[in-house]
């Protein structure tokens, strides 16, 4: 969150990060957002990285061994372990 002065006005801006799924060619939350009808709002879009897409032999190819590590360490376990511990 932050407050920041713009001609001479002042403004809050408030940042929470929310899940949602891309469907249709629309962002739809996973949850309600308290927002009223009609408010504006900027949307920053992060994708989750999808494990199934990792391809080591291409990663090898490209980066440095830390990435190739990091890889093999078992990254779609690292990132399941965090969603449980968003969730519960």
Request: aromatic share 8%; charged share 25%; hydrophobic share 45%.
């Amino acid at each position: 969150m932050s407050v920041e002065l713009l001609n001479g006005a002042c403004y809050y801006f408030a940042v929470r990060i929310i899940e949602a799924h891309y469907e249709n060619g629309l962002l739809r939350p996973k949850s309600p957002l308290a927002l009223r009808l009609g408010e504006r709002v900027g949307v920053i879009v992060v994708r989750w990285p999808d494990p199934a897409r990792w391809d080591l032999r291409k990663i090898g190819a490209m980066a440095d061994s830390e990435d190739v590590a990091l890889a093999e360490a078992g990254i779609g376990e690292w990132l399941h372990q965090i969603d449980e511990e968003e969730q519960g």
